[in-house]
């Protein structure tokens, strides 16, 4: 049904869209190379935790089948790897876990075929985030059939949540692709989420690459939209949860959460359990990156502000689980938002 | 104290400041004839309804020093002034008071002072506003007083609604710019506004040059800001206010009413009488005009979106008068908002 795949596995071969370049140009590179693969990550042709990981997982494929045959060599590949992009958490985690069944297989002697094996793994991690997000996807398109019957809908979402960002299929955009395969959707409003646009930019184009109905909107029309009846539900995704449901997501998502909550419109995360971090009680405890103020005194590369102008850029913001309607992982949907059950529906 | 005047009337010649050029670049173009005025209104070197309206006004004294000594001549000049932007409303208006001023000038025979009697009445307008503004200053002050005491004041704006927009004195920005000449603010927010992103370009440039202490931010971050406590106050511009208090101004301004309401930021709305439209009971009856959706999905000139993207983009939303702490009008500062009030106040 979809014409592009971000990341494709052939025989040795990565072949990533170059993310810089959309959504006006559909362009594919091939890596063969680790030095590629660090490449790619490092000058940002690919972009997105999971995406960024399951890059990572081929780079190790691919240093498993070039390098020399000791331990030595592919750990060099892994730590090299890393440095593609240092603050990257899953790049970092998928390597080590890459660089443990190296460990484990020269160490029991199975070298030759160590390629296959780690080709196998990184296949199947994909399958699983699939599986993942199809299972969100089910359950939160059960809720919105509980709630609205057979009606087409009128979906809204935030930032880039799709196949770019995660490969397989997305997380937010995951659910409002699969309702649209089942028909129920009327129209998709993309928020084009300033500074960065990933939203105009990227979710616009997964969007018209799946022939999904859409507007692009700015984030000032919140209320207007909401005010207008024109939203029947909010699908967003999230960068870490905490125990108590608390929500941090791309800079915008509180704001929306705030002005839904206001308007009585439905309000769900989407994120698979790895984004749980069940060590932090409360949104307080989550520090907020701060972003390059250039993001948002120039747009397209074209200063907007005086020279004299400062920014304050955000990255992310927190919503307060009080402003959710659900949680949506691949256990289940958590609707009434406790430290107990977020617990017990993360530990499955 | 401010270095830049956006409008000055010389001797017989206008001069504006080309607000294309902003911020990047301080351009001063003089006008000495009709067909030069028109052309300052028509290409935008000028905008704001209070400045276009001004630039009207003296385009019609520049008519009066230049035109035939007949009514017929200066009936033509308006006439064609106003095809300069057909749907400003205040272009018109002026227009239409400084005709008919020639009509009754030149009937009772005083067509010799004409020219005086034009340039008089333009620069007494100019006076007004100046007065009317600096009156919602002082009444915007005595409330962050009562408020706050003399403590120094972070403050928060969307849009544009300074000297650019006004002329001698804005609105809100007007109260800001009063508040920080009496030492009493720290740090201004001024919300970038997408799409035409007049916070980042103008407001900006603004207070840039009033050598105010500023950052911009994008309307996403609205939620991120009042949560960490960065804000105690915020004031905006109107477009048109009801008898009840509901408020058509920039989109996002209902959006940032609703997050101020939610963490008890004081909201206000800054506004002349002359903005009431008393002929409408409630902000149902406001119809909100849909601007060119490439507006969204460009910015600075460059394509955002893919090209078979759709965007909606309301140029203004209606802020419900509920999440209003108060409008501030040369009359006075409406608190308890109810249609009565609004009424008394407005009438005087």
Redesign the interface.
Known sequence: MRKVEPLRWNNGVLTLIDQRKL??QEIFHDYSSVEGVHASIKDMVVRGAPLIGFTALFGMVIAAKNNANDLTGLKEAGEYLKTARPTAVNLAYEVDRALGICESEITEGRRDSLYQTLEKFSLDQMEKLYRDNLAMAKIAFRELTEKYGDKKLNLMT?CNTGFLACGPMGTALGVIEYAFEQGRVNHV?A?????Y?QG??LT??E??TSGI?????????????M?KG?IDAIFIGADRIVENGDTAN??????L???AK?YGIPFYTVAPTSTFDLSSKTGEEIE?ELRPEEE??E????????K???????SF??TDHQHLTGIICENGIIKDITPENVVKTVRG
């Open positions: 959504p006006h935030l409003y928020s084009e989420t300033r500074p646009l105009g930019r616009a184009y969007l018209t109905p859409h507007s692009v909107t700015v984030e000032g029309a919140f209320s207007y939209l005010k024109l791309k800079v915008g998502s509180s704001t959460a705030i002005v206001h907020i948002v005194l747009a397209m590369g074209e200063r907007i502000c005086p004299e102008s400062r920014a304050l850029n955000p913001d927190v």
